[in-house]
């Protein structure tokens, strides 16, 4: 092999020996590169409460930066989600949707947020028209078939019943996150009076104790009790534990990661939200300007799209991070009390969260016109409990939808669901 000849005056002046270590890595850096590498190939896993029973878990602090220096004293982030249903186009009489989940977009570092601008102007044009109850509806939540983002807090927490599965990322709801945060200021309060320089209980790295959350039926509701189990010795990370927790991903950049896909399905979903509003917002100078700006402001790189033809691996991961077993069971409940029931327009909606979860989690679990929103539910729970198989699925062959929506049954009102 013929050696390449280096005929400049400046290599001439230097040995091959300095020229190598002139560009040797130092161990800092190698460090700082291998985290920083290391995180885009880290498939986040998500911590979920989809049977009763009590959790143990970990709760881990926000890691600092590589200098030492913090974005957030603290051990969560809060996060304002949606999940969007849009309906598939279909020939045929069976409805059938996508769900995607979107951050609010400003959250993100974006300076404008579509859904936010197109719920001020239908709340408007709403009222304006003197219909104060679609006016409402429309400012709500989106379970109520609202544009309202939903409030949570995400963490990172180990399982200790399986610690070694590693770090698992969770989102608590607020009410749940409010009440984890009051037992915590009670029980540092009790620990500063002996210890003015004591930790944080739950999320320090040597002193935190763990977190129970009980998930349990009281009736027909599902009630989640969380404690902090001050009576176990305190839980310290390793030093391979805090390596993985430095080399794990930011949790904001795993809940505001917003991608053309999702821009693409937003627009879908507001231009189905005309329709069913019966509204022309989206031709507005409004909305147009604000979906230019936000498409500028995209990277150019990003060449996801989405589209009905075909589930692609950002649905796929869009779906996995945005349907849980626990919402549907929530989302049941909330029914329950407001009393409605499965042939109105919001038991349709959790009847298709049902369908989707399904796919999704891939249960053999079959949707038909003679089971009942609570029946589904009960064989999804069955099914991830290892306790339903394809004989039980197939009992009941019949068409997904009725004819006749009268045809379908209605679940017993406080039934208590899911019996132990």
Known sequence: MQEE?????????K????????????????QARAIEENKSFQKTE????????????????VAPNQDGTADRKSYEYPISQMLLEIEKPSSGTKQQYVYVTVPRTTDAGYSVDLIDTYRKAAVTQAKARGDEKLAEKIGGGTFGGGLKY?????LYVFDLSNRAKGIQLMTLSHSQFKDLDERRFKLWQK????NPHYSCPISSVYNAYPVEIEKKKNGSKTEYIISIDNESEPVALT?????ALMSAPRIPEIIHRYSRFQYEATLEYLRQCDVKYEMKLMETDEMKAAIAQLASELPADDTSSFSFDKRTKDSRDNASAGITADSLFNRFDELQEQGLGDKSEEGQELRGLIRAFVEQERLPVRVTRSTTNSDLL????????????????????????????????????GRNRRRR
């Open 150 to 154: 939903t409030y949570g807090h995400a």
């Open 5 to 13: 000849q280096f005929d400049t005056t400046d290599f001439m002046n």
């Open 46 to 61: 998500y911590f979920r409460m989809d049977k009763l029973g009590v959790y143990s878990i970990r709760i881990l602090p």
């Open 378 to 413: 009960d064989m999804i729970e069955a099914a991830l409990e290892g306790g339903v198989g394809e004989e039980e699925a197939e009992q009941n062959p019949e068409e997904e939808y009725p004819d006749n929506e009268e045809e379908q049954q209605e679940p017993t009102s």
């Open 15 to 30: 040995s091959v020996e300095s020229l190598f270590l002139g560009i040797q890595e130092s161990y800092s850096e190698a």
């Open 239 to 243: 030093l391979e534990e805090l390596n």
């Open 191 to 194: 620990k500063l009076v002996k």
